[in-house]
């Protein structure tokens, strides 16, 4: 299936400061982003996603951006809250249909 | 909407039992994925239906485990016989055309 890799896998950062977590994939055919957030004991919900024909896609604190030349996706928290602490996964499609490779998860911690 | 529907939310057995975990799509959703997840292994894809019909197992560790889509609302995934390495939480996700995978609450399974 589609190799993904996701850095760091764990981040703390102070309450108002930023987060950026990145993806890395190889199947230069992926078309579509998504990033997930998992709250403690909770279901992994889509936060955000990006399509390969657009370059930067923001929902208010947070944002995506992709470049396709080389093959990585970001995901971008401002302003970060207490709320923002969760654990969030990238995803890639793994082949034609609707699979998705989920990357390992970064572990989002942000200091009062 | 009521979402992806799970039952049981926790389940407690003795390895070696036969273990039965539930899933009720988004109606309209054609697509159904059962995913398990442990902290060692992260999130991985188990097995994957279109309108019904399995179209990639190649998660499925091995002949313990079984999933069965009988129709569009209703899935199973059996573990038997159960054994303790299989605790982990089970996820059940379900997407229509978007591509969006919107998760159950999970099943979190304990083998003694």
């Known amino acids: 299936g589609e190799n993904v890799e996701q850095h760091p896998s764990t981040l703390s950062v102070q309450e108002g400061d930023s987060a950026v977590i990145k993806c890395t994939y190889s199947?230069?055919?992926?078309?579509?982003f998504p990033w997930y957030k998992q709250e403690l004991g909770k279901r992994p919900q889509l936060i955000i996603d990006i399509r390969s024909n657009v370059g930067e896609k923001k929902d208010q604190r947070i944002a995506v951006t992709l470049n396709k030349t080389a093959k990585h996706f970001s995901l971008h928290i401002t302003e970060t809250q207490p709320e923002d602490s969760a654990v969030y996964f990238c995803?890639?499609?793994?082949?034609?249909?609707?699979?998705?490779?989920f990357g390992a998860g970064t572990t989002v911690t942000v200091r009062a | 909407d009521a979402g992806v529907i799970q039952s049981p939310r926790h389940e407690v057995t003795e390895m070696g039992q036969e273990v039965t975990l539930r899933c009720k799509p988004i109606?309209?959703?054609?697509?159904l994925f059962w995913y398990r997840q442990t902290m060692m292994r992260g999130l991985e894809l188990l097995i994957y239906?279109?309108?019904?019909?399995?179209?990639?197992d190649s998660g499925m560790p091995e002949d313990r485990f079984s999933a069965k889509m009988p129709n569009a609302s209703f899935s199973t995934l059996k573990i038997q016989p159960s054994e303790p390495r299989d605790s982990a939480v089970y996820f059940c996700?379900?997407?229509?055309?978007?591509?969006?995978?919107?998760f159950g609450p999970g099943t979190r399974l304990t083998v003694l």
């Open positions: 199947d230069s055919a992926s078309n579509y």
């Open positions: 996700a379900s997407s229509g055309t978007t591509r969006e995978q919107f």
């Open positions: 109606s309209g959703h054609n697509s």
């Open positions: 995803a890639v499609p793994a082949g034609d249909d609707y699979k998705l490779s």
């Open positions: 239906f279109n309108n019904n019909v399995p179209i990639d």
